[in-house]
Nanobody, 116 residues
């Protein structure tokens, strides 16, 4: 079965950095396009970053451009999100998303809290 497992969320001070990971299994990872989404308390889910397959086309939401970097390791079936210069408004549950075979699949999320 398709499984996506996020990890790496933590409490961090403004200006700090975190690296989120997503371990993927149950599908051909290198054929899937991958995304990171996030959802802050009381707000709608927001798309954050995209990385394509088989070519590594990358897109970011305007709110994170220049601060976040999405990447993937197709040998280890892992998706990553490097987050730098974190702001309080980045506080959210971050979700790993996979798209393949005409369907979307989701992880359970990892919590990032940015606060002093």
């Amino acid at each position: 079965q398709v499984q996506l497992a996020e990890s790496g969320g933590a409490l961090v001070q403004p200006g700090g950095s975190l690296r989120l990971s997503c371990a993927a299994s149950g599908f051909t990872f290198n054929l899937a396009t991958m995304n990171w989404y996030r959802q802050a308390p009381g707000q709608e889910r927001e798309w954050v970053a995209f990385i394509g397959a088989p070519r590594t086309i990358i897109r970011y939401a305007e709110s994170v451009k220049g601060r976040f970097t999405i990447s993937r390791d197709n040998v280890k079936n892992m998706l990553f999100l490097e987050m730098n210069n974190l702001k309080p408004e980045d506080t959210a549950i971050y979700y790993c998303n996979a798209y393949f075979g005409g369907s979307n699949f989701w992880g359970k999320g990892t919590l990032v809290t940015v606060s002093s």
